[in-house]
């Protein structure tokens, strides 16, 4: 795992290019995020015509929540529950 370089708080302004932590983030946002971060992602992916990514490894991250989303509308179509 890498770490994060000097930036602003990423819950305020997304996740910052050129940071070796953030571009992990961006690359695997399930792995590590908060639920705060995941959240503001999903938000962003449902408002994405207004809610442009604020870097690179934000967009890459909002295209895998948004993968994953579709997925699981997907899954519950065809009758799947969320367990638990």
């Not at 602003?8 to 995020?33: K, M, N, Q, V, Y």
């Not at 992602?41 to 990514?53: H, K």
């Amino acid at each position: 795992m890498t770490t994060h370089s000097i930036h602003g708080d990423i819950h305020e302004e997304g996740l910052a290019d050129g940071c070796p932590r953030c571009e992990e983030h961006g690359e695997s946002p399930f792995t590590g995020l908060d639920d705060q971060m995941l959240s503001s992602l999903v938000q962003r992916v449902e408002d994405w015509d207004s809610n442009f990514p604020r870097s690179m490894n934000e967009s890459n991250a909002m295209r895998a929540v948004e993968r994953a989303m579709n997925q699981a509308r997907k899954l519950v179509r065809v009758g799947w529950e969320v367990p638990g």
